[in-house]
């Protein structure tokens, strides 16, 4: 008899993994809260919320029932020219807890897809005026997904090599990481804007994560989306990662003075449990596409546009994250972060510790720099598995990105292993 993983590795094809020389898929059979369990019960601490999606724990009792109860009512049905309850429901609920300038609800089902939605809604808002503006400013290290606009707003990462000759040419600004940089970044934009050709401003708001989870403050961003306001230039948030309580608030949006016009969300929005996303927009932008013109629609839509069974799961998981109790652990991992981050500050192996609400980034001081395909990355990664912990660097920055489920003994456990690895690095640098 095959085990699960030869039978894998016969058929399968993984993401982001080098399959001639990677380590065999780890077989998981079952989720419990923070844990992943695999078939002999070895039990792993997910740190990370499963690639940033899971906000509550694994197979939620309370979110499973109801997208049963969902399938059993109405599974699909088609978005154009029908509607039904949980996407109505979900719209509504979602726009009270974004900034008030937001107005309309656009799904999809991923969080690429959100940003190219994203994308081409700046674009056509333009275009529907008669404005011919072809430009979008982005960071440099900036990540916004995998489709072909998506790969071309991002930065400049090693991934998408292969495609650099397809991708549309965008202008870039640098992370607004300290004070230089953020005098270049205010610096570059605006030269940018002077030109009258860019049509949006693209970024992750306050934490650049795929990036190497790179901060920055939410004074900085106002002054950049102020500075794009003033050239009446359209700010787009990609909040796929930050959304839903990861930076301490439930959008990073939520701690700007200034507005953004579009917002894209996926990942968190259903508590981790399906795909779905959404893109949102301020009345002014949905405006533009109103006409006797019917080329002047928004012409986008997947099969699965707003399906039901994931706008129940946004709507139970949007239940669990507005309890009293979500909010409380929300601010119990914010203050164990921070106590964490001082009592390692200053470790020598380390070069950063940043923390933004839930989420906190360490970088090891390595002689390379950072970069995804570090040494120091995989063994790290086995370091923590070998432990029972899922945390999966980013080449030398690791960062805790947990459910919120997660109670503070086993946050715990994650720092102690955190301060072991660091006890092994220092001393292989000794001995090497
Ligand atoms: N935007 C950001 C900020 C992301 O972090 C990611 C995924 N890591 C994406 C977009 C793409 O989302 P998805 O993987 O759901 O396509």
Request: charged content about 20%; overall charge negative.
């Amino acid at each position: 008899m095959s085990t699960l993983t030869q039978r894998d590795q016969r058929v399968i094809w993984h993401p982001y993994t080098q399959e001639k020389t990677a380590a065999p898929p780890l077989p998981i059979v079952r989720g419990e809260g923070p844990y992943l369990i695999g078939e002999n019960e070895e039990r792993y601490l997910d740190a990370v919320s499963s690639w940033w999606v899971n906000l509550h724990g694994h197979s939620h009792p309370y979110i499973a029932e109801k997208i049963y109860a969902q399938l059993l009512t109405l599974e699909h049905v088609i978005f154009a020219g029908f509607t039904h309850p949980p996407a109505v429901e979900v719209a509504e609920r979602l726009l009270t807890h974004l900034p008030d300038q937001q107005a309309r609800i656009f799904y999809s089902d991923n969080g690429s897809t959100a940003v190219e939605i994203g994308i081409k809604m700046a674009r056509q808002y333009f275009y529907n005026q008669g404005k011919r503006r072809s430009k979008l400013v982005a960071f440099n290290e900036a990540f916004h997904g995998e489709t072909f606009g998506a790969m071309a707003a991002s930065g400049d990462h090693d991934f998408n090599r292969a495609f650099h000759d397809d991708l549309f040419e965008v202008w870039r600004i640098p992370a607004p990481v300290d004070e230089q940089r953020t005098q270049e970044a205010l610096k570059q934009l605006e030269h940018h804007l002077q030109t009258g050709e860019v049509y949006a401003f693209l970024f992750e708001p306050l934490i650049l994560g795929a990036g190497g989870m790179l901060m920055y403050t939410p004074e900085v961003l106002d002054q950049l989306i102020s500075l794009c306001h003033r050239y009446d230039v359209l700010c787009i948030a990609d909040e796929v990662m930050t959304g839903f309580g990861r930076t301490g608030t439930t959008f990073a949006s939520n701690q700007l003075q200034e507005q953004p016009d579009i917002m894209a969300m996926s990942k968190g929005l259903t508590g981790g449990t399906l795909p779905l996303a959404i893109t949102t927009c301020s009345e002014k932008i949905f405006s533009a596409f109103l006409s006797e013109d019917k080329l002047k629609a928004f012409f986008h839509g997947h099969s699965y546009t707003a399906n039901p069974v994931g706008c129940a799961a946004a709507l139970a998981s949007l239940d669990l994250l507005e309890r009293e109790t979500t909010q409380a652990n929300i601010q119990r991992i914010v203050k164990q972060h921070a106590a964490f981050r001082t009592k390692i500050i200053s470790h020598p192996a380390l070069r950063r510790v940043q923390q933004t609400g839930t989420i906190i980034a360490l970088e090891f001081a390595t002689p390379e720099g950072t970069s995804y395909f570090n040494d120091l990355r995989d063994k790290l990664y086995y370091f923590f598995l070998e432990r029972g912990i899922l945390l999966r660097p980013l080449g030398n920055v690791i960062y805790i990105l947990p459910p919120y489920c997660m109670t503070e003994t086993q946050l715990k456990e994650v720092y102690l292993a955190i301060e072991e690895s660091l006890q092994m690095i220092s001393t292989s640098a000794i001995s090497a």
